[in-house]
């Protein structure tokens, strides 16, 4: 369990703070990948990505094709939710927040030097993330110059944290809201 019912509410958002640090960078831990939810008009539009970067004022950093629909989505409308799961811990986190696609170059660049070799082939692909081809081999045609071009950063800055703890004596929820960058914190019905 990441939390009990005698853990201070101010513990628990340091502990939920702690294993996003971890998720982002041990490749082994359960909060690496997250489901990130963002909207296509009026429809959720949900996909795994893999948690790059965790700031500790909770904000939380993806990568992704520049020619992605998830960018275009974030472009048109800002808000995204994310979700956790710790299997071993049976701790569920859910965040909701502010998408941004990050467009300053020097922290592209940053980051993108960071990238291994073999994961930036990712982001070399000739034709971008959907486009229908006849044979799934066209897909793989790259551009092996290892450019940054449609390489993009995905910032998520939280608004609502909510943790669901699930244990045999009694689930535990308790929900975070960020007001006026001050964190308030309610315990829900689980």
């Given at each position: 369990?990441?939390?009990?019912?005698?853990?201070?509410?101010?513990?628990i958002l340091s502990i939920i703070s702690k294993q996003l640090l971890l998720g982002s960078t041990d490749a082994r831990?359960?909060?690496?990948?997250?489901?990130?939810?963002t909207l296509d008009g009026n429809q959720p539009d949900s996909r795994y990505v893999v948690l790059r970067e965790f700031k500790?004022?909770?904000?939380l950093f993806f990568y992704t094709d520049s020619r992605s629909e998830k960018v275009a989505q974030i472009n048109k409308n800002?808000?995204?939710?994310?979700?956790?799961?710790?299997?071993?811990?049976r701790c569920q986190v859910k965040i909701?927040?502010?998408?941004?696609?990050i467009t300053n170059t020097e922290l592209i660049k940053e980051h993108w030097n960071n990238?291994?070799?073999?994961?930036?082939k990712g982001y070399q692909s000739v034709l971008a993330p959907k486009t229908a081809v006849s044979q799934p081999e066209e897909g793989w045609v790259q551009e092996l110059k290892y450019q940054s071009k449609n390489f993009s950063i995905i910032k998520v800055r939280a608004k609502q944290i909510e943790c669901l703890?699930?244990?045999?004596?009694?689930h535990l929820r308790i929900g975070f809201n960020k007001k006026q960058e001050v964190w308030q914190?309610?315990?829900?019905v689980p």
């Open positions: 369990m990441l939390f009990t019912s005698s853990s201070s509410e101010k513990e831990h359960p909060f690496r990948f997250v489901n990130l939810c500790e004022d909770l904000a800002p808000n995204a939710a994310l979700l956790f799961y710790h299997p071993i811990e909701g927040g502010k998408a941004q696609i990238v291994q070799t073999e994961a930036k703890q699930l244990d045999d004596e009694g914190s309610t315990w829900l």
